[in-house]
């Protein structure tokens, strides 16, 4: 400190967060959707790690990739670092161009469009149905006719398969097909999801899964990409692993990226995919208990399951209120998340519309009132595989708390 010069005011002493305050010493966490491990991964790691290979390339991706086509019945698979890679493999090799239109669901995580963003594509977002808070057919039907007259048809559609629940993808794929527009459907949450009995993402001409991990299948992170097209999977293999032609030296003639899943994660992911059924069966379960612990609740519901799927509940959502906001005797969202918060139980709004998006303030819109109306009152309650009915138990006590 130089002569003269005035003490530095000592930095403030800043209380422990709520959720460390009001948890009891001991109680851990309950997080809201954690990794769950089957006791497979680590021998298949090590196994793998064994056997020299590492990189994205050998048997084992191979095999994760054919397992993930019985999974998903999709027969065609490329396993990716990231969905997001995955989204973006899918946009280029379906031809997207700079100033090309992209339709997705305005309810859904960003990653759906932002490759499509990077690439110069101009998206438009279309509302949700309220009885399956996925794209709504009827309203992409009307936008389809109406870009069609106007000879500005989108490149891509893109539905979401939200919170694990399957948008009605025949309806939408059939639209699409009318008027010549392949649909991308970002499935990132739902495998192990259906719609009319068929796994999530069959019927579209390309179909992205996401293993991040949060999911309920998870590599620590990655993604696929899937098709029954095997063209459009061994262009977007090309162009996962650097679009190098086949040459002695390093030749190309168009750029790609390093986005294939290495061997370790894809070892993960092979000693995850045999789980799959009983933790969807698990997401139900917890799903049916909050409904049973808190649906007497005034103005509380629970995200609907349309009679012609079967949701995995990658997420639990509840309901606190009305669309609009209107209360209808339940506490405040936000009022929810903050008491759970300070009770050490991790919970979440639902995405914020994308047309609500400061990212996205310039974006077109079709309709957006529905998925406006859930994003005040829905929240995405702890849903893990591992979930104890102890754990439930306390999250019901907490959300109960809050209407005394």
Request: glycine share 12%; proline share 10%; net charge positive.
């Amino acid at each position: 400190m130089r002569p003269g010069q005035a003490a530095p005011k000592p930095a403030p002493v800043l209380p422990f967060p709520p959720a460390a305050r009001a948890r009891p010493a001991g109680v851990p966490p309950i997080l809201l959707s954690p990794p769950e491990l089957t006791g497979a991964e680590l021998p298949a790691v090590a196994r793998t790690l064994a056997s020299g290979w590492l990189a994205p390339a050998g048997p084992v991706p191979e095999a994760f990739e054919a397992a993930l086509a019985g999974a998903t019945g999709i027969p065609h698979v490329l396993a990716t670092t990231t969905g997001t890679a995955a989204l973006h493999l899918g946009y280029r090799v379906l031809g997207l161009r700079p100033g090309d239109e992209v339709w997705t669901s305005t309810l859904t995580f960003v990653a759906t469009i932002s490759p499509a963003v990077e690439m110069g594509a101009v998206p438009r977002f279309l509302d949700v149905a309220p009885e399956s808070w996925t794209m709504d057919p009827g309203l992409l039907e009307r936008e389809l006719a109406r870009a069609a007259r106007a000879g500005r048809l989108p490149r891509v559609v893109v539905p979401v398969d939200l919170f694990g629940q399957c948008c009605d993808l025949d309806a939408i794929a059939a639209l699409c097909d009318r008027w010549g527009v392949p649909v991308l459907c970002d499935s990132a949450a739902a495998l192990g999801a259906t719609q009319r009995g068929r796994p999530a993402g069959q019927g579209a001409r390309l179909a992205v899964f996401s293993f991040n991990g949060n999911k309920i299948v998870t590599t620590t992170n990655g993604g696929a990409l899937a098709s029954d097209d095997p063209a459009l999977i061994a262009r977007a293999r090309f162009l996962a692993s650097q679009a190098k032609e086949k040459a002695p030296h390093y030749q190309h003639e168009t750029t790609g990226y390093t986005y294939g899943l290495s061997s370790v994660l894809a070892a993960i992911g092979l000693a995850q995919l045999p789980a799959l059924p009983a933790r969807v069966a698990a997401r139900r379960a917890v799903f049916g208990r909050y409904q049973a612990g808190l649906g007497d609740l005034p103005g509380v519901g629970f995200m609907p399951e349309p009679a012609w799927g079967r949701a995995n509940r990658w997420l639990s959502v509840a309901l606190f209120g009305g669309a609009g906001g209107t209360r209808l005797g339940a506490p405040d969202r936000e009022a929810v998340r903050q008491a759970l918060a300070a009770a050490g139980i991790e919970s979440r709004p639902v995405w914020k519309p994308l047309h609500l998006q400061p990212a996205f303030r310039h974006a077109a819109a079709a309709g957006g009132e529905v998925a406006a109306g859930l994003f005040p009152a829905g929240l995405c309650l702890p849903s893990g595989s591992g979930l104890t009915p102890a754990q439930q138990d306390r999250v019901v006590d907490v959300v109960r708390g809050c209407f005394r």
